[in-house]
């Protein structure tokens, strides 16, 4: 089955886990609704890596000197339980490990991030607007948003009114980015720049 079947009345999350495993993993329960994932292509892919990479000194349990980062766990697009119409699959999702200290063996996770991110793709408005109400409504406090086609980087934080907008950069800046603001991020990093990671 290449295509899931159509089904009247919202789809759960029951409906999504009983896709074929190759199936499952091209779509995202959104509002009751399962939603193929954009195209992801070679640049999505490299930033979506980058990101990951690029926040590896917190990806650790905490401890050791105060200056050193720390405390976080990371995965790239796993399931993620929202509520009974939306399961997401975010293409880089962080926790504090005081609130998750090891991801499940199994899927769906079922404790909220506390940072995630989206690179855009051919699907953006999902990105923007239907996953971005979603991770507000469930009050996600941080949410970055990375467009290959723009070479660019938006840090939102949570606000009880919708996501604020704290800072935008782009290609050739530098930039300390909110929950992770301990290091300093080459942005065009994210999009191929071959830089060494700053100390």
Partial sequence: MSTPARKSGPVTLADLLALEEYVRRRYELIGGELVERG?????HGGAQGQAFHLLSPYNRRGGGPSERPGGWIFAIEVDIYFDEQNTLRSDVA???RERLADLPAEGPVRVLPDWTCEVLSTNKRNDLIRKKRVYH????PH???LDPGEETLLVCRWASEG??????AERGERIRAEPFDAIELPIGV???????FPA
């Fill in 163 to 168: 996501y604020l907008d704290v800072q935008a």
């Fill in 137 to 140: 409504q469930h009050k996600v």
């Fill in 143 to 145: 949410y970055w948003i």
């Fill in 190 to 196: 994210f999009f191929g720049d071959d830089e060494d």
């Fill in 39 to 43: 195209a992801a292509t070679g640049r």
């Fill in 94 to 96: 962080g926790w504090r």
